[in-house]
């Protein structure tokens, strides 16, 4: 039988990483992801697979370590909560522009400035639209569980490394502060820095007599090449919307509307399903899972079958305007939120249905 | 069977590690399980509070406003969650410190004096179980046996030596639970 | 009439009086004639080849003058973003123990915008080697203020020399990491001369074979000049280097392990 564990959401992320064979972790304490960083110390992963686990200055020294942790080859990640997450964006920028594969996890809480230490979804644009200066995109995947936020350790990396691209896992205060049971994986084993240097044929693992140097640099003072890596950078993300695209349905088969949300909001909608249909009202949840590359397609065809869209999210709405972008002006789409790190209630969502539509 | 309980209280008082228990009693008997913890600043010193929802089924929401059962330490907890049970659900609470005392006639209430029998217990430490008892006698949601296997699986082994007098204090709690009736 | 002479006329075996190392690529210089990068160059390479660690070293390259520094060195490198070398280096570092890492920054990039993460990878100790070409102004850039740059020295941003009252004073950023307990050899050279090259070489060289001790970071200041952003001609801006950099940053050991 696998082993379960009760476990936070922070935590989770931990051993799911120290089980996944991460390499490296570098990090820097803020609420409420402070955990991240305190379990990987105290399970002591040096010693249980060799992970490197390291506090920096600040998180802008921790996102330029796993910048270089995956230059080399390695599987990197750091986390941080929303103002750390700003200060990462230099590193995050450089390390989609060197088109290198590591995870962020960003255990988002209110905002702007310093803003509240509790949840919210106000990142959404910082994590989906880029972040940083330039032209690039993160993979976002959205966790609505602490199991997924054990799951998605293994599948960021797998979709890092597939793409050479980073990847964001864009969680929140409650889903990191939450307790829930957690299956535990099968302890990985770290590669050798041989399997690296077989696996990363690119990565500074040491010039050897058999190839050329290797250089990681986002740095290209030739317009012409560069906007060639430009075209490059799009083509990849284009191969990114059509293979990578995770969503979750439920009671969507007869709905005559639907909620879209995703993480915390997607769970309170859940309850709002229920709420809502026991007074007679058919609604159904599409919670994308990727949020970029975004469930467009689906939404699409659904807007097809239904009366209307309600974006619910903790934040001002931001989602709201890919789900319009999705559904090109078929049917009426509103926004639910709050917003300072207040959850919404079950309740107030259909409340929010009914006074929007009905 | 879903349960949506919320146990409130002041900091130290074992509010959060009693809903772990709980938790961790439920993923025993194979159940679903959300331990959702108030954090920050607030839990410094002041009151603590922790949504705990056990079910059969996948849980919806993390975050609730209404609870099939309260668990009440305290008066400010009083004040903020005895509104908030369902009607027909059920309100405990520790009568110790409390001036207003619960009033609604369409949920079930119990007193559960944890703090006087603790005071009468080999360690005052047991308080939290004592309420544990108190809930589990008008809720057994869980066997026995399955709040001891969370209690081991929740404590650190260090303290395992400490089970037998918890689960006397559990006991004890479902001894010294007794119904109020509010009267008109 | 004589047939032209061409460059592989001149370079035959019987002719050489020096070969540069293969571990520099063929690839041109892009740094101004004159100026001392492509000495300090020369010698992190030539160390790399005595080493025989050409497969064993990782290199970050800065922003500022040396940013190309991996189109020179024939290693495996990696750019960084402007001042954070050091904390690149720490990471490759402790996930490679037995690799020879180093960051080769200047004056701007590791005084200024990187301060933090050059003290707190001094500080922690990592077994890395830090060089550090200090001209005492943003060549790149164009000639602007650096935080090495001298009291009534002129620049872009200080037309009327650097005023101490409002633009502080210079930073002597390698006395200061010397006074870290994580820093085991603090050293600060030159490259103007072939005396000064041979001693900036042995400083070069220990702090490369100091990472196999694994007893704390290694720090080679290499004060340098900046004719085009000094405007001056090469010759001229040396001896204005020996004139006025060397009083205010003295050539010598600073730190040395106790034998």
Redesign the interface.
Known sequence: MKE?R?MKGNEAISEAAIRAGV??Y?GYPI??QSEVLEYLMLEKPEERTGM?V?Q???E???I??????A??G?M?MTSSSSPGISLKQ??IT?IAG?ELPCMILNVVRGGPGLGT??PAQSDYFQAVKGGGHGDYKLIVLAPASVQEMYDFVELSFDLAFKYRNPVMILSD??IG?????VEIGEQKVRLT?AQVKEKCPW???????NRE???????DLDSNKQELFNQKLQAKYKEVEANEVRYEEMETEDAEYIFVAYG?SA????????LARAKGIKVGLLRPITLFPFPSKRLMELSKQVKGMLSVEMSAGQMIEDVKLAVECNIPVEHFGRMGGI?P???EVVEALEQKFL | MTEEIIIAGFGGQGVLSMGKIMCYSGIVQGQEVTWMPSYGPEMRGGTANVTVIISDDRISSPIINEFDTAIILNQQSMDKFESMVKPGGTLIYDPNGIVNHPERKDINIYRVSAAEAASKMETSKTFNMIVLGGFLKIKPIFKMENVIAGLKKSLPERYHHMIPVNEKAITRGSEVVEEVQILN | MAEKITNNDIVQEENLVYKKTDLLTDKSLSYCPGCGHGTAHRLVMEVIEELNAQEETIGIAPVGCSVLAYEFMDIDMQQAAHGRAPALATAIKRLYPEKYVFTYQGDGDLAAIGTAETIHACNRGENITIIFVNNGIYGMTGGQMAPTTLPGMKSSTSPYGRDVETMGSPLKMTELVAQLPGTYFVSRQAVHTPSAVRKAKKAIKKAFENQKLKKGLSFVEIVSNCNSGWKMTPNQSNKWMVDNMFPYYPLGDIKVPEE
């Open positions: 379960l009760l390499d490296g570098f609420t409420p490197v390291l920096a200055e600040s802008i020294a921790a330029n370590m796993v910048y270089a942790g230059g080399a390695k990197v230099e590193g450089y060197a230490i509790q205060g409650a502060q939450m307790m829930e049971k820095d990565a500074t693992t040491g010039k050897d007599a140097r290797n250089i990681i640099t986002s740095l915390t769970r309170i909608c859940q309850k709002s399903i229920e959850i209630s079950p309740g």
